[in-house]
């Protein structure tokens, strides 16, 4: 009898938590609970604690929202026209529906988002991305990069072992 109860309680407790949405989850559309477009009521709404703040951009000023979702995790808000236009976030505890997290290298990214696309340029300043989908992508540290990563030659050394720094969302559509 005590195996048998054992054995419903596991069976239950699998169930519960195979059910259960991970309130960390990165999307294409939100990060956690925070989703692109959002207005600043809505967020407030969410009862998280969170910094606002004023912040210079290329187009003027803008609000920028810090919050913590949780267990010191942190999401940023970017909002322009009162609507958050972009989301980011440098904490790995939270990860896509494939498993993919902040820190993790190209090359695990890569072998979970094979279709991914790598952007290395220079407009507006360095960057260094792979675009898992529409307006979401995985950021990396440019600070490192030799300044040929970002000229035309491509002559890059190989950064398949570069770590993520960032999960990043961007509204495109604004």
Same mark, same amino acid.
């Given at each position: ?5 054992l ?8 169930? *519960?938590?195979?059910?259960?949405? +991970?309130?960390?989850q990165?999307?294409? *559309?939100? #990060?956690?609970?925070? =989703? ?6 809505? #967020? ?7 910094? =606002? ?9 803008? #609000? =920028?929202?810090?919050?913590d979702i949780?267990?010191?995790?942190l ?15 440098? /904490?790995?505890?939270?990860? *896509? ?12 990214l ?6 991914? =696309?790598? +952007? ?8 260094f991305?792979?675009? #898992? ?9 440019? /600070?490192r ?11 890059c ?7 993520s720094?960032?999960?990043?969302l961007?509204?495109? /559509?604004?």
């Open positions: 009898m005590r195996a048998l109860t054995v419903l309680c596991l069976a239950v407790a699998c169930c *519960t938590t195979v059910g259960k949405q +991970n309130p960390y990165l999307t294409p *559309t939100h #990060i956690g609970p925070v =989703r692109l477009g959002m207005s600043e009521p809505e #967020i407030g709404a969410l009862g998280l604690r969170f910094r =606002r703040e004023m912040a210079e951009g290329e187009g003027g000023e803008f #609000i =920028r929202i810090v919050l949780g267990d010191e995790l999401v940023v808000a970017d909002l322009y026209d009162g609507h958050a236009d972009s989301l980011e976030t440098a /904490s790995q505890e939270m990860t *896509t529906e494939r498993g993919a997290h902040v820190g993790m290298t190209l090359a695990q890569r072998q979970l988002y094979p279709d991914a =696309r790598v +952007n290395i340029g220079n407009t507006e300043g360095h960057y991305n792979l675009r #898992i989908a529409d307006g979401a992508f995985f950021e990396f540290d440019t /600070s990069l030799p300044e040929s990563c970002f000229e035309h030659s491509g002559d050394p190989d950064l398949s072992h570069w770590p720094v960032k999960y990043f961007r509204d495109y /559509s604004r």
